[in-house]
């Protein structure tokens, strides 16, 4: 077993017409880490994503999966794409078909599961969202938030390694937001790797292990949430404004009541307050 799930070698993209989108892009996502990846529209973020399960392929590079290269022949990506799945950005370029059921049915079907399986499999995705009682509506009429997630119950009920989230709290009231934060510790408290991106600086903090900042097509920096955050210059390259809560503990430091801890969540804030008096 390799100590990176997944890593990234000098990959190159180019969409139809010449238009650029990765432009060497290296990285290595550590196992058992919960990832981040922050940047500016265009960035990169999506369509270096879209590699991480073969959807499209390096013009330049490599990516490799637990150690091993991708190989893009047909039975190589039909295993890669059990393991990682992909959430995507625009759940109406992810969902195509009919009921709620059929939709999020078609995945386990193609695995040829007992029809039993399939359906204890499509109830349980669509409880962990919370979506039980859309079953038998039409996709295409739903809410932009409920299609999201739908896409999301889509990719949870193939039981997937790994599960690559595109900007998962977009278009999400703020409840459905926090229940989604929840799924994703869900997730990785079963032992599955979750690799999201976000324009949400609050969430990328408070939930990240380990963050890669994304412009022009390259990874520009990354690390741990301190490290990242703390950078100005970083911050400034790649046009993200600091976490709230970064911004008051920096205020409280140079007030001196707050000492070089980073609290994630106004809760540990307070703690550390209360201890420092
Ligand atoms: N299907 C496509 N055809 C042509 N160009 C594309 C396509 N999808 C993305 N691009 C271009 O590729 C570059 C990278 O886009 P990408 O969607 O990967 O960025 P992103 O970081 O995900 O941005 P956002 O934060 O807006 O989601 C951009 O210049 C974009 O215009
Ligand atoms: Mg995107």
């Not at 049915?105 to 599961?113: H, T, V």
């Given at each position: 077993m390799s100590n990176y799930l997944l890593e990234v070698q000098e990959v190159y993209f180019e969409y139809?017409?010449?238009?650029?989108?990765?432009?060497?892009?290296?990285?290595?996502?550590?196992?058992?880490k919960k990832v981040a990846f922050l940047g500016p529209n265009g960035a990169g973020k999506s369509t270096l994503f879209l590699h991480f399960n073969g959807i499209l392929r390096p013009k330049k590079g490599r990516i490799l999966y637990d150690g091993q290269e991708l190989v893009y022949n047909r039975s190589f990506l039909r295993e890669i794409r059990r393991k990682v799945g992909i959430v995507f950005q625009d759940p109406d370029a992810q969902l195509f078909?009919?009921?709620?059921?059929?939709?999020?049915?078609?995945?386990?079907?193609?695995?040829?599961?007992?029809?039993?399986?399939?359906?204890?499999?499509?109830?349980?995705?669509?409880?962990?969202?919370g979506i039980r009682e859309l079953m038998d509506r039409p996709v295409h009429l739903l809410s932009y938030g409920q299609k999201k997630r739908v896409s999301i119950a889509d990719v949870l009920a193939m039981d997937p390694e790994v599960v690559v989230f595109d900007e998962p709290t977009a278009y999400l009231d703020p409840r459905h937001a926090g229940e989604l934060v929840e799924m994703l510790d869900g997730l990785h408290a079963e032992g599955r790797q979750v690799i999201l991106s976000t324009h949400d600086v609050d969430l990328a903090y408070s939930w990240a292990d380990q963050i890669f900042v994304m412009k022009d097509g390259r990874v520009i920096g990354g690390g741990s949430p301190e490290?990242?955050?703390?950078?100005?210059?970083?911050?400034k390259r790649a046009d993200l404004k600091k976490p709230l809560l970064v911004e008051v503990s920096d205020a409280l430091r140079q007030m001196g009541l707050l000492d070089g801890r980073f609290p994630k969540?106004?809760?540990?804030?307070?703690?550390?307050?209360?201890?420092?008096?």
């Open positions: 139809p017409g010449g238009i650029r989108a990765l432009n060497g892009v290296s990285l290595a996502v550590e196992r058992g078909a009919g009921t709620v059921f059929q939709e999020v049915s078609f995945g386990p079907m193609n695995l040829n599961l007992p029809s039993k399986d399939v359906r204890e499999r499509v109830e349980s995705a669509l409880s962990a969202m490290e990242v955050f703390m950078d100005d210059e970083l911050l969540n106004a809760r540990d804030l307070l703690e550390c307050l209360r201890e420092g008096r």
